[in-house]
């Protein structure tokens, strides 16, 4: 089973049972289960490829450029802290009441979100001077790198570790860790919109899957999907430029 629901963009931090290179991969129906939880981190795995490419291209005097990519980096470090948030506040408590043998594990991954985050909130002064000037661009991007790989080591013990664990413990049909459920806790926090959020989520993923998640979600969102990708594309192709564009910094 797939390990998450998109494929990594850089040979550099590849994921368990993804290929290093290549497109988003087949996708089984029952790779769906937790599917809040491995499209964020395929989302994260994604846009830490791409951002350091990115910010290395800009050029003396593309301001604009630059400040969408500040703006696009805020919003990945927010649906960060969103998804830390998710699992030290609603998942792991549910995961200690049904397996407690994995406790030391979820104190472990509660520890190391908080150390995350503050090494996001490190490279984001790097990421805002860089933002600014173009000079700085070669060693925040090594910066960003050197994060990506140490969130990678975070979610693969997740994935290899806890995520199989929880297949046992909790029943097919719960909610929990899924879509849905993920996109109802965005709403009741002040963070980012589920609109663009679940643009972003599934920015990649195979139009069957994407079909069959906007499936599981309420009809609100079914009737909005076409409009909220349509405009979270627009307002992305600054940073990743068109389709073959983006599959060129992928490679």
């Known amino acids: 089973m797939p390990s998450h629901l998109l494929p990594v963009a850089s040979p550099s931090v590849p994921a368990q049972g993804e290929p290093s290179r290549g497109r988003a991969a087949d996708v089984e129906p029952q790779a769906l289960r937790f599917a809040g939880l491995r499209l964020v981190h395929a989302a994260l795995r994604r846009d830490l490829a791409r ?6 291209l ?4 593309e301001d604009e ?4 990519l500040l703006r696009h980096w805020h919003f990945v470090t927010a649906m960060l802290t969103c998804h830390h948030e998710q699992q030290d506040t609603r998942l792991w408590p549910l995961v200690r009441r049904f397996a407690p043998e994995l406790r030391l594990l979820l104190n472990w991954l509660e520890a ?10 490190r490279v984001t002064t790097l990421v805002r001077i860089a933002s600014r000037d173009a000079g700085s661009a070669w060693p925040v991007a090594y910066a960003m790198e050197d994060l990506a790989a140490r969130l990678e080591t975070h979610l693969r013990i997740e994935e290899r570790q806890l995520l199989p664990r929880m297949e046992l413990v909790f029943a097919g049909s719960s909610r929990l860790g899924g879509l849905p459920e993920l996109l109802d806790l965005l709403r009741a926090a002040a963070g980012p919109g589920t609109a663009d959020a679940l643009a972003w989520l ?3 993923v195979e139009p069957a899957v994407v079909e069959q998640l906007i499936a599981e979600c309420d009809d609100d969102v079914a009737r909005n999907w076409p409009h909220w990708q349509a405009t979270y594309q627009r307002c992305t192709a600054p940073l990743w430029g068109p389709a073959d564009v983006r599959e060129q910094l992928a490679d």
């Open 51 to 56: 951002l350091p490419n990115s910010l290395r």
């Open 58 to 61: 800009i050029q003396p005097g």
């Open 65 to 68: 450029k630059g400040a969408a």
């Open 112 to 121: 190391d979100h908080h150390n995350l985050d503050h090494s996001f909130t």
């Open 202 to 204: 599934l920015d990649g």
